[in-house]
């Protein structure tokens, strides 16, 4: 069946503008999750929503960052004023079963995102 | 905080070496560990899975150990092939098991 999937692959943009991120989690799963990865580090968790409320969103690192999920579905994370720290790739993942001990988290593909 | 390190940085081996993938972690209350895999330009793909209560977990030729008092896991991966070539992630849950903390991982070159 279909991953996760994001779009776009890559996104260019210069400091200050504002973008928008795509997540499309794999049917049926209620969990989603949103991560960042900068060049030679591990990802790092933003926000996790289970349906359509952000249930933790500790990871964001200020209120440049913001992310929904109105139907439960797919997600939009959302970057105000871009800066150039900003540039990293930018991976989602969804999960069935969130808070269970064998619940596994599937990534997508990630979005590279470069702030000029 | 929870913190995970995770040595060497980086590993060659020539094909059909076995080898160890170490990661270490500073708080014990774990929810579960995974080991992750990343190819260049791609997602990551869950590996193995090993619970809170769980010592291993094997799945072909790979078999990760926990060894949760000592905040340690190990990835063993036996006869190792080009193929295997990538960056190796662990990642341990958090207490309530909603978010992952990661390694920043062991890129791992095989030559034949």
């Known amino acids: 069946g279909a991953g996760v999937s994001q779009t776009p692959s890559n996104k260019v943009t210069e400091k200050g503008k504002y973008v928008e991120l795509r997540c499309d989690p794999i049917s049926g799963h209620t969990a989603l999750y949103w991560y960042r990865q900068s060049l030679g580090q591990g990802p790092e968790f933003l926000i996790y929503?289970?349906?359509?409320?952000?249930?933790?969103d500790s990871g964001l690192p200020n209120d440049r960052f913001f992310a929904v999920r109105p139907e439960g579905s797919v997600s939009t994370l959302k970057i105000q004023r871009t800066e150039r720290g900003d540039s990293a790739v930018y991976l989602c993942a969804s999960s069935l079963s969130p808070g269970t001990s064998t619940d596994t988290q599937y990534f997508g593909p990630g979005t590279r995102l470069t702030v000029l | 905080k929870q913190e995970v390190t995770q040595i060497p940085a980086a590993l060659s081996v020539p094909e059909g070496e076995n080898l160890v993938l170490n990661c270490s972690f500073t708080?014990?209350?774990?929810?579960?560990l995974q080991w992750f895999r990343q190819d260049p330009g791609k997602g990551l793909t869950s590996l193995l899975l090993?619970?809170?209560?769980?010592r291993e977990q094997t799945s072909g030729r790979l078999n990760a150990s926990l060894d949760k008092s000592s905040g340690r896991s190990t990835l063993y991966i036996a006869a190792s092939q080009p193929g295997d070539s990538a960056t190796y992630l662990c990642?341990?849950?958090?207490?309530?098991?909603?978010?992952?903390?990661f390694g920043k991982g062991t890129t791992l070159s095989v030559s034949s």
């Open positions: 708080d014990s209350a774990i929810y579960n």
């Open positions: 929503f289970q349906g359509t409320g952000a249930a933790d």
């Open positions: 090993i619970q809170s209560s769980q």
């Open positions: 990642a341990v849950g958090n207490q309530a098991g909603t978010a992952l903390i």
